[in-house]
């Protein structure tokens, strides 16, 4: 017992060397792990913001007629919003062709209307062979991370598909 009084409580060099390696190693550890975490949220948080967007857009074209109901007619600085339908689930033809017509010159002024002004837009209504009837806005890359939304309509007497696709 008298021997252990004696001693005093020392470091060795080999033990510090060790601690500060495993310190470092955690330390080096818990920042890589922290920032992809962040990364991850912040991905996440702009797809659920581009999916949002992609619903709020598909809901406005196939269940309103637009703001005013009759923009098919006017001219592009008097519209507030755009819709495609006359009634509930109804598309207008009118409206439809509007819209196509205004992608080629105006096609960042319709997205806007639409809702998507920060984001890029592909709208298409097929019937339900696939066949394509309407389109507007540009078809998204291979790389792109795409938001899309389909909803069932009517055209006439048959039911056609408005799928709105939305990307950066």
Partial sequence: MKALKNQKGQIFTTDLLMASTVF?????????????????????????????????????????????????????????????????????????????????????????????????ALITVSDLNSQLLAEFGIAPDKNSEVSSFTRLALEGNRIVLVKVKVFE
């Fill in 24 to 120: 470092l190693f955690i330390l080096v550890l818990s920042i890589v792990y922290s920032n992809h975490v962040a990364l991850r949220v912040y991905s996440w948080g702009k797809a659920n913001e581009r999916e949002s967007a992609a619903l709020l857009a598909s809901r406005a074209l196939v269940l309103s007629k637009g703001e005013p109901s009759n923009w098919e007619m006017l001219p592009l600085e008097d519209i507030n919003s755009i819709g495609l339908v006359d009634s509930k689930n109804v598309l207008s033809v009118e409206k439809l062709q509007r819209l196509v017509d205004l992608n080629a010159l105006h096609y960042q002024e319709a997205k806007a209307l639409i809702g998507l002004a920060k984001y890029n």
